[in-house]
């Protein structure tokens, strides 16, 4: 009860703060990721510090403050979310832990109304190489569940608190799983099974979306050809030929790969690898190169990378990809 009463305190309080301070980020304040909220926006907007020392209530979701402030103004000016909203939807999330060996910590996104329309198309989002605690991965979650879609925030890397902004922890997490594809590939079929048993989702339609790291993650998951997925997304993904699962001879999901073409982490070479063998497993892919784009170009905090030879948003291209994405989550929702 005691816990109870502290949360509302709390609410309250940060309520209140809203009337009297303006609408900006706070060094002081802290991003609530691990209950229930109305919106994870007004969470991040309100309530957070976004580049402190992580902990698993409240973990770190930006390498600094700078960063944070692109992504939550594009995220405050997301027309579907905005539409959403004057339609009266309200937006939830809450964190679900899920996997064995390690724990995975991921988060459910989804409108209120999905829960009287009956079972709905569900979405995996799988975040670049800082893990799934991003306010980037946040933003785009919201948005499809705007749209009506149940979205499960995956965890690749076992990251409780926000440690994948820690070079000196994520490089050699994320070592494990490049040194044995099947342990990553293990990890994305027990998130695509959390999304499916969710009450909310239509396991017969779900789909999975993937930036980077998280890009090449969803082609993984399409090798192995679990039922109900229908669709992958790879933004700027580090593309790669892995060979699928022993057994798999075939992909049935479509695959949409949207690649920059001055992206340095991906060779051309290697990306005609990866198309010639989605080509040979007989998946319906299309690739979409944009020409002079750099990595990271969905995410607008990329501008501020200090990295500008390899990162860099662009606008045009990310756009471009979002739009083609939706088009063909909305054809597999009415399949």
Same mark, same amino acid.
């Given at each position: 009860?005691?816990?109870?009463? $502290? ?9 209140? %703060? ?19 909220? *109305? ?8 309530? @957070? ?6 902990? @698993?209530?409240? *973990? ?23 539409? @959403? +909203? ?11 832990? &899920? ?19 009956? *079972? ?19 933003? +785009? ?7 009506? &879609? ?9 990251? %409780? ?6 070079? @000196?922890?994520?490089? *050699? ?30 396991? %017969? ?10 890009? +090449? ?13 229908? $669709? ?20 049935? %999901? ?13 060779p051309a070479s290697v990306l005609r690898e990866c198309t010639a063998q989605l080509r040979a497993l007989g998946c319906r892919f299309e690739l979409h190169a944009f020409g002079g784009v750099r990595h990271g170009f969905t995410n607008p905090a990329q501008d501020l990378n200090p990295n500008r030879e390899a990162f860099a948003y662009d606008a045009r291209a990310a756009e471009s990809s979002w739009q083609m994405t939706k088009l063909a989550l909305s054809n597999m929702a009415r399949e």
């Amino acid at each position: 009860m005691r816990s109870v009463l $502290l949360l509302v305190t709390s609410f309250v309080a940060g309520a209140a %703060a809203m009337l009297i301070r303006p609408l900006a980020l706070r060094q002081s304040c802290r991003l609530l990721l691990r209950a229930p909220a *109305p919106s994870l926006l007004k969470a991040a907007r309100d309530s @957070a510090s976004v580049c402190g020392e992580g902990t @698993a209530a409240l *973990p770190r979701v930006a390498p600094d403050e700078q960063r944070a402030r692109a992504v939550l103004d594009a995220w405050e000016a997301d027309a579907d979310i905005l539409a @959403a +909203r004057a339609r009266g939807v309200r937006l939830l999330s809450e964190p679900c832990v &899920y996997g064995d060996d390690p724990k995975l910590h991921g988060r459910f996104v989804w409108a209120e109304e999905a829960q009287s329309v009956g *079972p709905r198309p569900g979405v995996l989002l799988v975040h670049t190489a800082v893990g799934p605690h991003d306010l980037f991965l946040h933003w +785009r979650a919201e948005s499809l569940a705007s749209l009506g &879609y149940v979205v499960l925030i995956a965890d690749c890397l076992g990251d %409780a608190t926000g440690k994948g902004w820690e070079p @000196a922890w994520c490089v *050699p997490t994320r070592a494990v799983l490049m040194a044995d594809r099947s342990i990553l590939t293990r990890r994305m079929l027990d998130a695509l099974s959390t999304l499916a048993a969710s009450d909310l989702v239509d396991g %017969a339609r779900l789909a999975a979306c993937g930036f980077c790291f998280g890009g +090449r993650a969803v082609l993984d998951l399409a090798r192995a050809d679990p039922t109900g997925l229908r $669709l992958v997304a790879s933004f700027h993904g580090v593309v790669d030929a892995e060979p699928p699962p022993p057994g798999v001879t075939s992909v049935r %999901a479509a695959a949409l790969l949207f690649h920059g073409d001055a992206d340095p982490f991906v060779p051309a070479s290697v990306l005609r690898e990866c198309t010639a063998q989605l080509r040979a497993l007989g998946c319906r892919f299309e690739l979409h190169a944009f020409g002079g784009v750099r990595h990271g170009f969905t995410n607008p905090a990329q501008d501020l990378n200090p990295n500008r030879e390899a990162f860099a948003y662009d606008a045009r291209a990310a756009e471009s990809s979002w739009q083609m994405t939706k088009l063909a989550l909305s054809n597999m929702a009415r399949e």
